[in-house]
């Protein structure tokens, strides 16, 4: 069973991303289909590290540079043959200056079984999170940003984590699995690993913000990345080829919504399982889970209600082992 399960979320995240259409929308033929506004700003870099997902060896997963604000997402699946393995990131002032590094963000789950739910619980440490962590580097100095030894790492396990930074300076990034008894200096003469199929790579951009104007009337809905020229695309930096995010991990989403009617507000996966969380504009947290693959009525869930005149926004996240696309329901109260 849990090979079937791996398999399937394989799938989801090289395939089912941005393959659906309005001629596919099952339920929706009969809804206004909306065209939002979008602007796409370079306001940092994200360095993921998905690929290898399935980790065979000890080595080195993905590596990089960063300077400014930067988001860091990882998920990895220990495939080796013994639990005593540990994931760390270090970080290496690469600068001949000391330089502050701030973390503003951390959310990084620990070793679990169940991939839906490690990447829903990230985003939900994510969105309440408030610790910041000040690190002071000395010229070349290195100090790990994350390192599980204190927790074993059960084969077929996944450990998935994200966090938001910013450096004055340059600043080397590396995502590692060690022995867990290894010191961090022996990255340094670690192997770097091959990718799967799953995403890795560097890409400078932390969000997109995009606005609707909602119809006065009937039903309509977006869908959230339609097809691969939605796609954020980047380098990867191990082997200089292009990268692509497939469904657009760690790119938060800011959907601005722009109400002339009063207008009830679902959201809805659409692609492959899938199980996580939005934040709607009071805060509020809502559950999103399909965790079933077969089923051809996609259920919806509601997450609010914006009345005439009001403008609202939403943040969104694809989760760490969950598919996309998404899409937003409208039904437009008269």
């Not at 033929?29 to 060896?57: A, C, M, W």
């Not at 860091?72 to 502050?100: C, G, S, W, Y």
């Not at 930074?165 to 990034?173: A, R």
């Not at 919504?257 to 809502?286: E, H, N, S």
């Amino acid at each position: 069973m849990k090979k079937l399960l791996r398999w399937f979320l394989l799938l989801s995240l090289s395939v089912n991303a941005g393959l659906l259409s309005a001629s596919t929308m099952t339920g929706y033929e009969f809804y206004k289909k909306l065209h939002p506004k979008q602007i796409l700003i370079h306001d940092g870099t994200l360095l993921l590290s998905n690929s290898p997902e399935t980790v065979r060896q000890t080595g080195i997963l993905y590596q990089d540079q960063l300077k400014g604000r930067g988001r860091l997402l990882f998920h990895h699946v220990n495939q080796t043959k013994n639990r005593e393995k540990k994931l760390v990131i270090v970080a290496d002032n690469i600068t001949e200056e000391p330089q502050m590094l701030r973390v503003y963000r951390k959310a990084i789950r620990p070793p679990d079984y169940h991939y839906l739910r490690a990447g829903e619980e990230v985003l939900k440490a994510y969105f309440h999170n408030t610790v910041e962590q000040i690190f002071f580097l000395k010229p070349h100095e290195r100090i790990v940003l994350y390192d599980s030894k204190e927790t074993c790492w059960p084969i077929q396990a996944v450990q998935s984590g994200m966090m938001d930074l910013e450096v004055e300076d340059d600043l080397k990034i590396t995502f590692a699995m060690l022995e867990r008894s290894d010191s961090i200096h022996v990255i340094d003469a670690l192997e770097r690993l091959n990718k799967d199929m799953a995403p890795r790579g560097t890409f400078e951009y932390l969000t997109k913000y995009q606005y609707i104007a909602l119809p006065g009337e009937g039903k309509a809905y977006y869908l959230i990345e339609e097809d691969e020229k939605d796609w954020i695309q980047g380098r990867d930096a191990l082997t200089g080829e292009r990268a692509i995010n497939y469904g657009n991990y760690g790119i938060m989403y800011k959907i601005t919504l722009m109400a002339i009617a009063d207008t009830k507000v679902f959201i809805c996966p659409r692609g492959g399982i899938f199980q996580g969380v939005v934040r709607w504009d009071d805060g509020q947290i809502y559950d999103i889970k399909r965790p079933h693959v077969f089923k051809i009525n996609k259920e919806r869930v509601p997450i609010g209600e914006i009345k005439q005149g009001e403008v609202k926004t939403l943040e969104y996240f694809l989760p760490n082992g969950s598919a996309a696309p998404v899409l937003l329901d409208f039904e437009i109260n008269k």
